[in-house]
């Protein structure tokens, strides 16, 4: 039996130079500590390496490299212009009414003002009625509880993305 060879997007991240794969990996999350981590770890034999390594930076994180980030990602319904991930990932909101949209806009608010950071979700998949009542539910959370939560949505954002790479050789 062969060896299934390792995904072309697999290999060309392998392959990238340093400062190249630490700005292709800042693109998929905006932790300085993850991207160090998942670095460190390279070259992977399979994408399945890959996505432990960032199973495990995720569950490496302080509370100072999820806020990290966290900062790189647009509040839900607002993706920031020129970003083709966000956008891609938060199309359940991009056709939504403009009621769900405002009402989205005012949660986001008192979340942020709650929990002093962007309200988090892997929106992939979600409509805008699913991510409105997600922020409901959690907007009630334990600061120490959201922040788990966020940790685990961060960890899916990321997979997402770094499936995107694998599979695509997307940098995005």
């Known amino acids: 039996m062969t060896p299934t060879?390792?995904?072309?997007?697999?290999?060309?991240?392998?392959?990238?130079?340093?400062?190249?794969?630490e700005a292709v990996l800042h693109e998929v999350c905006a932790s300085t500590a993850w991207v160090e981590r998942l670095l460190a770890a390279r070259?992977?034999?399979t994408a399945d390496d890959l996505y432990a390594a960032n199973d495990a930076a995720m569950a490496g994180m302080t509370t100072?490299?999820?806020?990290?980030?966290?900062?790189?990602h647009p509040p839900i319904g607002r993706p920031e212009p020129?970003?083709?991930?966000?956008?891609?990932?938060?199309?359940?909101?991009?056709?939504?009414p403009d009621e769900l949209k405002a009402e989205m806009l005012e949660l986001n608010l008192a979340y942020q003002e709650r929990f002093g950071h962007v309200f988090l979700i892997c929106a992939t998949g979600k409509t805008g009625?699913?991510?409105?009542?997600?922020?409901?539910?959690?907007?009630?959370?334990a600061p120490e509880q959201e922040?788990?939560?966020v940790r685990t949505?961060?960890?899916?954002?990321?997979?997402?993305r770094l499936?995107?790479?694998v599979e695509e050789g997307d940098h995005a």
């Open 43 to 45: 070259p992977y034999a």
């Open 153 to 160: 949505e961060l960890g899916k954002i990321n997979r997402i």
């Open 82 to 96: 020129g970003d083709p991930a966000s956008a891609r990932e938060q199309r359940g909101m991009a056709g939504a």
């Open 5 to 21: 060879p390792a995904p072309p997007g697999l290999v060309r991240l392998n392959a990238l130079q340093e400062q190249a794969a």
């Open 163 to 165: 499936a995107r790479i």
């Open 129 to 141: 009625e699913q991510m409105r009542d997600a922020v409901k539910e959690r907007i009630g959370n």
């Open 147 to 149: 922040r788990e939560i």
């Open 64 to 72: 100072a490299d999820l806020e990290e980030a966290m900062a790189g």
